[in-house]
C-alpha cells in the first residue's frame, strides 16, 4: 500500500487544496507527493521545508521557489497581485521574518495580496501609532509577535479589523520556544482577538483566505 | 483617585464598547461602575459574574437579565433578532453549555443573531454528518469543545467558513483546566482554525463581530 | 524550643525591619509574634492575612488596620504622608487592587508616599498616552498587571524611570494563577523592567525603598 | 561484574523475550548484547538505534536488517507472514512513518501480520469513512496520530474492535514533541481507547500481541 | 433547540451504548437525559456524579443505584454475574476506591463478571507475588496505582495477559493530581503496557471490553 | 474480598512497620484497619489525617493522640525519649510547622529523639550562623523550608552531616505548590544534600531512622 | 517596504538607544541595521551574538569588539571609565560568565563602571561573609546564579543597596535552562530583590542604569 | 580581578573538598582551576567534563584519569580500595551506565570502595529477588534508574539500608529528560527513601559518604 493519500477534493469541499506540512517528510515521500501533483498538473505549497531538500528540489524543478527564512516552497510561478489592501501583515520585530514571509508566500499562493509592515513592537509604541492611518484601509490584520507578544492586544483596542495573532518562537529564557507569546496572545484583554499556534504563519493566513471567501460569496 | 477609569471612547474607535469582566471585581466596584454605565444612558455587559453577586444586582436592577451557567449578566433588556444565518455556535457536549451561553449573549449583546447546535462530539461522528448541509448556510462557525477538543479539526476539513475554536475546561485528569482541548485546537491539521482562550466564548463572539463588521462594511 | 525567632537586627543591618508573613501562620503563632513585637514597643505588618484571622486580631488590637482586598493588616496607627511625588503605583485593571493595595499600604508603613492610578490598560492605550506628563515628575513607576502583563512594556518605552513590574493573579484559561503575566513581564522587550512573584506587592514596594533610601543616602 | 544481565526467563513467563532498547546504549554494550544472543542462539530485536551504529552491526552481521526511519534493527531474517487480518496500522500522516515501521516490525519480529494504512487524518474525513468496511474484519487496530491526536477518538465512534493509540512527536509549537497528540488521546470522549507513550510502536505491539495471544489460548 | 443529542445508534455501530460524564452537567440536564432513556425503555450508566446530585435522582427513581466512591450511577438493576475469570482489578492501596469501583460497575453494567484485589502495592512485593498463580487464569488485568505507579510495570514482567493501566489521583507533592502515576506507566519498561486517563476506570473497563467482545465474536 | 492487605511482615523484613496514609481514605476503611491494628495488640501511626477524621478517631480511642497542623495520628501513647542529640529538625519559618511536626512525631514513633530549631530562614544569615555550634553533635541534619528553598544548601557547606531536605508547600505565585523549594534543593551546589517529596515529613524521619539503624547494627 | 524600522528617538524620550538583539536575526538583517546606525554616526550594542556572525562583522568594522561568551558586539571603541563605586556584578560560579560579561559591556557601553566579583556561591558562605565590607560602598548589586539560585536571598538579608537578581541557564536536570534559578529568586525571602530574563544581563544593567539616572537627575 | 575563588577550607569545615563542576567552564577557565590545585599540590576531581575538553587535559596531564560515560576526571592516580561493602550502585539499565560511573568514580575519589550491580530492572523482578543475599552486608544502597524510576521502591520494601535513589535521563517521550524517573523516586510508596537531581550521580555519592563519615565518627 502506497505512503501517500493526497486529499485531492478537499478544493471543491471548501474551497481550497491540502498543502504539504514538510518538516517530518522524507525527501523520498516528499518526491512522490511533488510527482503526484505534477501528474494532475497542480501547483503545491510545501511548508517549513529545511534548505537541504528544497535544494534537491529546486535543482529538479527549475520553476519552483524557495524562500529561505521561512521554508516555504511552490512548486510553479505565482501571478504577481496588486495590492487590494486585503491584508496587513505586521510584525514585532526582524527576528520574526521566518514567520512574516510564510504567511506572505500562502497569501500569494492563494491569490491574496498583502503588505508586510516590520519591527513594530510595543516597546516603542510611537511607530505604531504613526501606522494607523495606513492601516484602517486593510480588511484583515495578521499580527506577529515573539517575546511577550503584546502587539495585538495594542493594535486590537485600537482598529476595527478582524485581528489574528501569530506568537513565534523568538526568544530565549522564559520566551523560548514562542509559549509566553502565545498565552499573551490568548490572555488579550483586548476584544476579539483570535490566535492561531506558534510560528504557524499558513494558518493564519489561511483564516484569513476564510474570512475573504466569505465576503467574496457575500458578493456573489 | 477613583478606582475606575471606563474607556468610553472604545465605541468610536473601534466599533464596539468596553464590557466589563466580573469575576474578580467587589461588588463595591461593580456597583460603581454600573452606576457610571446608567449614568451615561448605556446598557452594559458584564461577564463571568458569580451568582451571589448576580442576585445582588438583580435585586437592584429590576430589567437586568442573569444566565448563571455562564454569569452573563445584561443591564437592561435586549431586543429580539430574527435568524438571518449570521452565527452557529457548535458544541461537542451539554457540559458546555456554560461557554456556549457566553458566546450566545455576548452576541445577542452587540446585535448578532446566532443558532446554538449541542452535544455533536466526534466519538459520534454521524451526528455532525447529518448537520453539514443545516451547517452551510452560517457565515461564521464558533466551535466548542473541551477534552481531547477534537470538533473543530473535523468541521475544518468539512466546510469552508471562518471558524473559531473554542476550548472549554470540562474534563478531568490531563483535560483539566482545558489546556488539552486548547493545545489541541492549535495543533489542528486542518486549515485556517483560529483559537481563544480556554472558556473565553466573550472573546469568540467578537471575533465573529469584527468579521461581521468587516461585510457590513463592505456593503455600506 | 519556641517556635519564633524574629530578626529584630534587621534594621540595623540593612534598613528595614523583618515583616511577617501572615497566610499559612496559625493564630496562635501569630498571637505570639505580635505580642513578641509590644513587648519591645515596635510596630509591625503582617501580609496576606485572612479576612477571619484579621477579625481576631482587630478585636483584641484596637489601634490597628486592615485592608481586606491586600489582607494587609499594621499593628499601629501610621502617620499621614505628604505626596512628594517618590512613588506612583499603576495598576491595569480595577482587578489588581489585591495587590495595589498592598504596595500602598506596605510604602506608607515604610515612610514612603505613593499615588495610585488605576485601571490603565494597554487595550485602550489612550488612557495610558494621556497620563504620561502626570508620570513623569514621580521617583519611581510600580506597574501592576494581570492576564497577559503587557502595561510595564509599553511604559518602559515611554518613560526613564525604574519600572517594577508586578503580574497578579488576574486571569482565567492560560492565564489563571498569573504565569502568564510574569513571563510576559519578564520577556519584555522595553528595556530595564525587573519584576517580582505573582501578586507580590510587598516585594515591590521594598524594591521601591531600596532604591529611594540610596538617593537618601546620596544626600546626607 | 559484566554490565548486563539478560532476562531469558522472560519467555518462558510471559510467552516472549525481552527486546533490546539501543538509543541510549554504547556500540560496545550493543556488541556484547549482540554476542550473547548469538551465543544462546536466538534472534534479537533492538528499537530505536541510530543509523550510525546499525551500520556498523550491519557490516558484521550479514543477515541483520534494518529500517532507518523507525531504527529497527533485527539480528536474522523473518520469515514472511501471510496477512490473516489481525492488526492494521491507521496513521494520520506520512511524517509519522518512523512510528508505523516500529509497529510494523515489531509485530512480525513477534510473529504477527499486519497491514499498513497510512495519511487517513480526520482534517479529510471521507479518507477514513470509505475505508471503513475494509477496516471491519480486522482483529485490532493501531492508530497513530501526532499534532492534535484526533484519530483516535473518531475511529473509536465508528469501529468496535480494541484501539490502542500511538501518539508520535509529528508537530511543531505547543504539539512539539507529541505531547498534545498524547493528551488529547488520553482525554478521548470515544469508549475504551487505550494509549502508549509518545513514539512507542513497540508497546503498542506488544500490547496488541499480549491480545492476540489470549484468543490463541482461548482457541487451544 | 434541545440541549441533549443522545447517540442511540452507538450500540448497532459499536457494540455498545453511550453513557453519560455526570461531573459537569447540570442537574436539569441530567434530569432530561434520564427521561430520555426511561422513554426508550433503556438503562443508562451515569459516571463521576456527585453525591448531592445523585440523592435527587436516587429519590426518584426507586429502582436506580449509586456508588458514593466512584460515583457510578445506574439507572436500574443489573442482573449478578457469575466469575466467569474474565477480568481482575488489582489496586495498589485503598485509597484507590474510587477507580476500583468505577471500573467494576462499568464492568457489570457491560455484562462482565471481575475480581477486585486491594492493598498489592510494590513496596511490599510478597504481597503480589503470593497472588501470582491466583492471577493467572483471568483474562485481563486492570491494574490501577496513584503515586508513583509502579505497580503495572512489576506485573507486566510476570505475567502475560492484556494488562490495562489506571493511574489514579492517590497522592501529594509531586504526585498530586496523577500525572505521575499516568507518566510512569506510560514510560514503563515492561512490555505491552496500555494506559487510561487519569481516574478513567469507566475507560480502562470498556477497553477490557473491546477485547473480551473480540473473542466472543471469534467465537461465534 | 476484604480491602485492606496489610503488610505486617514488613517490621521483621526491614526492620519497621508499615504505617497508614490517611489523606485519602474513608472513615469506614480507616476504622477497619485501625482494628486490625487492635487486633494484632499492635501501635499505628497514620500521616496527614484531617481533622473531622481524627476527632471521630479520638472519641474512640481514648489513648490515641492527635497533632493537628500535621495530621499525625497515633493509636497509643508513647514513651518520652531522652535527647541522644540524634536528629535535630531545623525549619526555615514558623509557617513550616505541618512538616516539621510530621517529622518530629514520626521519629518519636520510631523511637528517635529530636530537637526543633524553628524559623532559621536565610534571609537573616546570622541566625543559622549562631547556631552552627549547637548544630555540630548532632548526627543527622533534617532541613525544612518552603519558598525559595534555600537553607539546605547554605548548611550543607557548613555542616558535614547527612542532611535530608524536605520542601514545604509554603509560598504563593511561583513557589505555590513547594515545587520551587523541591528544586532548589535538589539543584544545591551543597554536596551531598539528599531530598523527600514535598510536604513529605514522614519520609525524611524514615530516611532518618534508616541511617541511624545502621550505625546501631554497626555497634551490636 | 524596508525590514527595519529603528527607534532612533528612544535616547530623547527615556534617554538610552535601542540596542539591538543579535540571536534570531540574519547576518544580511544586521548588515542593513549596522550601516543604518554608521550612516547616523552612531555606535550600536549587539546583544547574544553568535561567535560566526560576528567573526564577520569583526573583519569588516576593524574597531568593533566582540566578547565570545556573552556575545556582545560593540561598533565603536568605548572610553575607559573610572570605579565610581556604582555597580558591584556578584556571581555565584565560574559558569555564570556569559551573563556577568553582558552586564559588564552594557554597563560599560552606557557608561557605568562596574566591578566583577566571581564564584561566590552560598555553598561556601565564608566567601561572600568575608566580602561584605568590600560590598558596601556599592551603589547597585547585581546578583547571578545558576542552579538553586540563592545568592541573592543571602546578600538581601545583609546589604541595604537594590539588588538586581540574574538567572543564568547553568545547571542540568531540574535546573537545565534557568528555571530553578529564576522561580527561587522571585520566591526569595529576602526583602525587595527584583529579578529578569534568565540570562537577561543586558536587562539587569539597564535595570541600574535607570536607577543611577534618577539619583543623576536628583543631583542636577 | 580573577574569575575564581576556590574554597579551599571546605576540607576542615565538612571533611571534603570542593570538586569542579566542567560542563560549562571554559577551557581556559579550566586550565587556572586545575593549575590553582596543582600550585596546592591537591587532587582534583571535575564531573561531567565534555569529551574534547578532556583530551586536551589528558595530554597535559599524564597521570589523569577520564572516563568517557561519565565525564568525571580526575586529575592524580588514586589508590585502589579492597572491597569493604560499603556502598552498592544498582542499576535498573545498562543505558544508565553514564550516571553508575559518576557515582562509583566519585566514591573512589572519596576514598569509598563500591560495587556495580547492572541492569537489574523491575520488569524482570526475579532479576532482583535472586540478588537480595548478596546486598544486605552493604552499608548503603545507591539505585539508580530512568524511565519509570520503579526500582527504589522496590528495593525499598525488601532492604533496611539507607537507600539513595537517582534519576536518570534514559528514555523517551514522556520519560525525555529524567522528570517521570525523578517524580516517581519522591513519590515512592516505600519508607524512607531519599533523592538527589537527575543524573547527579555524584551528589548520590557525596551523601553516602556523608552518612559514612557519620559511622566512622561513630567508631572513633
Given at each position: ?12 469541499r ?45 535543482k ?6 524557495y ?100 506568537p ?22 483586548a ?6 499556534n ?9 483564516s ?13
Amino acid at each position: 500500500m502506497d505512503n501517500h493519500n493526497i486529499d485531492h477534493d478537499r478544493e471543491d469541499r471548501i474551497g481550497f487544496q491540502e498543502v504539504v506540512y514538510g518538516e517530518s517528510k522524507s525527501i523520498e515521500d516528499l518526491s512522490h507527493i511533488l510527482e503526484n501533483f505534477i501528474s494532475k498538473d497542480k501547483n503545491v505549497l510545501i511548508t517549513k521545508l529545511q534548505k537541504e531538500k528544497a535544494a534537491i528540489f529546486l535543482k529538479k524543478y527549475k520553476d519552483a521557489m524557495y524562500d529561505e527564512p521561512s521554508g516555504i516552497f511552490i512548486l510553479k510561478p505565482l501571478k504577481e497581485l496588486e495590492d487590494k489592501k486585503e491584508v496587513v501583515i505586521i510584525s514585532a520585530g526582524t527576528s520574526d521574518i521566518h514567520v512574516t514571509n510564510e504567511v506572505y508566500y500562502t497569501l500569494k499562493y492563494m491569490g491574496v495580496s498583502s503588505v508586510k509592515l516590520n519591527d513594530i513592537g510595543v516597546a516603542g509604541i510611537h511607530r505604531l501609532m504613526s501606522k494607523i492611518e495606513f492601516l484602517k484601509p486593510f480588511k484583515i490584520l495578521i499580527v506577529i509577535a515573539g517575546f511577550e507578544g503584546a502587539l495585538p492586544t495594542v493594535i486590537g483596542g485600537l482598529l476595527p479589523q478582524p485581528i489574528i495573532a501569530v506568537p513565534t518562537d523568538v526568544g530565549y529564557g522564559v520566551a523560548k520556544g514562542g509559549h509566553v507569546a502565545l498565552n499573551a496572545m490568548l490572555s488579550s484583554c483586548a476584544n476579539g482577538i483570535s490566535v492561531v499556534n506558534i510560528n504557524n504563519g499558513y494558518g493564519a493566513a489561511m483564516s484569513a483566505v476564510r474570512i475573504l471567501n466569505l465576503i467574496k460569496n457575500k458578493n456573489d
